[in-house]
């Protein structure tokens, strides 16, 4: 199939529509208002409906009730607008509503600047709203990996009845590479039984609520959610290793940052230190199995990110606390280069070629 030159932005929309999206609800922010202007210009081209809500709140209850009416629905934003959608996550989190939210993600706290950060990582896999629930989140790096993913992310929502977010960030967003248009095919999906679309008297009426004053109701709900996580974090983690067979250092980096630690681990290995990387793919659930698996035999970890310290909580986790694991990290929008994760490298070589 023919590749096309896309930016990031408008390669996700253009994949959500493969994926049979057609309803968007949401408010432009930088990095990501590219999103919403390509979905203001194609949903009317394929019968579709696109609308700029006056804000993120707005967006994304209007997300909620698309998805109660069972119809595949996104949303997109950035940092400071995900927070303000914090509460509407987590009421859809309680009516089991599946949709997919996108983070292109910029630096913060607060306003912080419109270039390219990781710092939404505990927000994404801790606490994008309150309550017991959990995100699936899917962490792209490269323009072709978006236009996968987040056809990927409409399945599984439906899968599992859950929101799914697509966390990118600036870079990602911003930047263009060739990809291929090719739509995946749908994975078995459950009828939408629970959807409040009308009964036409054949039927008891659906109700999407996540209002339960009972609290014996109410934890019933909370283990019947939390037994569909098992089976997601039992089935559903993706991640990617790169020269890990015999490495002795092993970088841990997602999206943007891990394409960079490439550059830096081909350097290394001309300098003869074994270094690899464990990309992970999903970011919840984490890919823990495959990090554990490697504490044997890696002398060490270096966390790569772009924040003052998230994912690195989750590496340590993950590998029991049995080895040494650093931070390369940048925050507020300043981006690695390959020759400081090279030095970091080197340092926990010993400093010395071997």
């Not at 699936?136 to 987040?150: F, G, K, R």
């Amino acid at each position: 199939m023919e590749k096309v030159l896309m930016k990031g932005n408008e390669a996700l929309a253009e994949a959500a529509i493969m994926a049979g999206c057609r309803h968007f609800f949401g408010y432009p922010i930088t990095p990501q208002t590219e999103v919403a202007a390509y979905m203001s210009k194609r949903m009317p081209e394929v019968n579709g409906l696109y609308l700029q809500a006056e804000s993120e709140i707005a967006s994304i209850n209007m997300v909620l009730g698309a998805a109660s009416a069972g119809v595949r629905v996104m949303t997109s934003s950035s940092s400071p607008g995900i927070s303000l959608m914090g509460e509407g996550i987590s009421y859809m989190a309680g009516c089991d509503l599946p949709a997919v939210i996108v983070n292109i993600q910029r630096g913060g706290p607060g306003l912080g600047g419109i270039q390219p950060a990781q710092s939404d990582y505990f927000q994404a896999t801790r606490a994008c709203g309150h309550g017991d629930f959990h995100l699936m989140v899917l962490a792209p790096n490269s323009i072709q990996e978006i236009v996968d993913l987040t056809q990927r992310a409409f399945n599984l929502a439906d899968i599992y009845r859950t929101p799914v977010m697509i966390l990118g960030d600036g870079i990602l967003g911003q930047m263009m590479e060739p990809v291929t248009l090719e739509r995946i095919p749908e994975a078995e999906l459950p009828e939408k039984s629970w959807a409040t679309t009308g009964t036409s008297g054949k039927r008891r009426k659906n109700i999407t609520t996540s209002l339960w004053l009972q609290p014996d109701k109410l934890e019933k709900s909370n283990f019947a959610r939390f037994e569909r996580y098992a089976l997601i974090q039992q089935k559903e983690p993706l991640w990617e290793e790169y020269l890990t067979e015999d490495a002795d250092i092993v970088l841990v980096a997602y999206g943007a940052v891990s394409r960079i630690c490439k550059n830096a681990i081909i350097a290394a290995r001309e300098k003869g230190v074994k270094a690899g990387l464990l990309r992970p793919i999903t970011l919840w659930p984490f890919p823990s199995r495959p990090l554990l698996e490697l504490v044997d035999r890696v002398k060490t970890f270096i966390c790569a990110e772009m924040s003052m310290g998230q994912m690195i909580e989750d590496v340590r986790a993950a590998i029991a606390y049995r080895k040494p694991v650093t931070l390369c990290g940048h925050t507020g929008g300043v981006v690695h280069t390959p020759e400081e994760i090279l030095a970091q490298i080197e340092a926990a070589n010993g400093g010395t070629q071997p």
